[in-house]
Structure formats: C-alpha cells, structure tokens
C-alpha cells in the first residue's frame, strides 16, 4: 500500500502564496486592460467632440456669412433685409414686401423686389456650395395680432403668405428651387405659419405696428454633425 504523503508546513504555504500571487496578477492584468479601454475610448471621444466643436464652428461661420452676404447684396440694389436672431435668420421688413390686412396674395408693386431677394438667396447658396451646411431653409410667415376669420385663422393666413412667396420664387426666379438638397438628400427649402405668435414688435396699436409683423422670415437651420457625440457637444455648451 502507498503511504499518503504529507507537504510540509513550509511548502503548503508557499503553494498558497503562489496561488494568490497568480489571483493577483490576473486581476492587475485585468485592471490595466480596463484601464487602457477606457483611455481610449475617452480619447476617441474627445477627439469626436473637438471634430463636432469645429463642424459646428464652421456652419455658424457660413451662416452668418451667407446671411450677410445677402443683405450686403440686396443693399447695393436698394433693397432692404435685416439679418436677425444670432445670424440665423434673414427678415424681410414690411418695407421690402408688406401684405395687406388678412390677405396671402404678393402685392404687384414688390414682386420685382421680392424676385431679387429670391435670385439672391439663390446665388448664395450655390457658392462654395453653402447649401450642404444647411438642414433646412425655412419661408416664415407671420401675421399682426388681429385675429383672421379665413380658415385656420391666423395659422392658416401666415402659412398661406409663406407659400406664396414661395410659390413666385418658382415660377419668377428659378423652379430649381424645388431640386435644392441637402446634404441628406432631403429638400432644402421649406415653408411654415406662426400666425402672432412670434411678433415683431411688441406693441400692435398702429397701423405700421402691424405692418412690421405681417411679413416674411427666411430662417436658416444647420445641419447637424453625423457624428454620435453631438449631444456631448450640446450638453458641453449647455454645461459652459
């Protein structure tokens, strides 16, 4: 019979000691792995949102400088657009277009005014090829606060006044209009109707009061970074 052989004292514990050693490496290998990962990712990160930061930049830049161009343009021809809301949006002040109380229809006297600032706009946008920072370019129509019993009341008289404008940009600048792409592929230009909602002015009490408010916006949005850090860009913004 084989006689069972017992470890000393000494080499049991040092058998211990190995096996904890062993445990211990892993877990320093494990711990370094993580570590390595996670630096990595937080530097893809940073670099993804220092890319979103400079797209960013850049379509603020080509905004503003497309919307001043413009006006800058417009103003050698006598014709008058102010550039408003942190460069992002070009108005056409009643001066320049003004629609009579509770009517959509373009007044004939302004059509060959309202033509240029089309043409314009169009320009613009065709050079260096603007149009890819844009998402959407939307045709504001806005209203004064006295209520419309057309249907949809004032909503409806805003929207209809946008499509109007609209609608002679196709047939008197350029049915071009309508092919204009985003970088998505999506249509460019659009149209919407705030009725009063976003007045002008504060004060409606006379009649040039509520001249400045039925009018027309051009609002320019941008496109967004592709990237998925755009929200840990806006929440940085937000943050500072």
Do not use: C
Request: no cysteine; aromatic share 10%.
């Amino acid at each position: 019979m084989f006689k069972k052989r017992t470890l000393p004292q000494e080499e049991h514990d040092n058998s211990f000691w190995i096996s904890y050693s062993d445990i211990l490496s892993s877990l320093l290998i494990i711990i370094l792995l993580v570590t390595v990962y996670v630096i990595y990712e937080l530097m893809a990160t940073k670099q993804n949102v220092v890319q979103n930061l400079e797209e960013i930049t850049k379509a603020e830049l080509v905004r503003k400088e497309t919307l001043l161009d413009i006006q800058e343009k417009l103003k050698k021809e006598g014709l008058e657009v102010n550039v408003a809301d942190n460069y992002s949006v070009l108005r056409i002040p009643e001066s320049t277009l003004s629609f009579k109380s509770n009517t959509y229809n373009i007044p004939t006297q302004m059509g060959k005014d309202l033509a240029n600032i089309g043409k314009t706009l169009l320009e613009e946008l065709k050079e260096n090829k603007r149009s890819e920072f844009f998402d959407t370019i939307f045709i504001e129509g806005h209203t004064d606060i006295r209520s419309s019993k057309r249907v949809m009341g004032n909503m409806g008289l805003s929207t209809f006044r946008a499509i109007s404008v609209w609608n002679y940009w196709i047939k008197n600048v350029s049915k071009t209009y309508a092919n204009i792409r985003n970088a998505k592929g999506d249509q460019l230009f659009s149209v919407s109707g705030y009725g009063e909602s976003r007045p002008a002015t504060q004060v409606q009490i006379s009649e040039e009061d509520y001249k400045k408010n039925r009018r027309i916006d051009i609002r320019f949005t941008l496109r967004k970074p592709s990237s998925e850090d755009y929200n840990k860009v806006l929440k940085m913004f937000h943050e500072n």
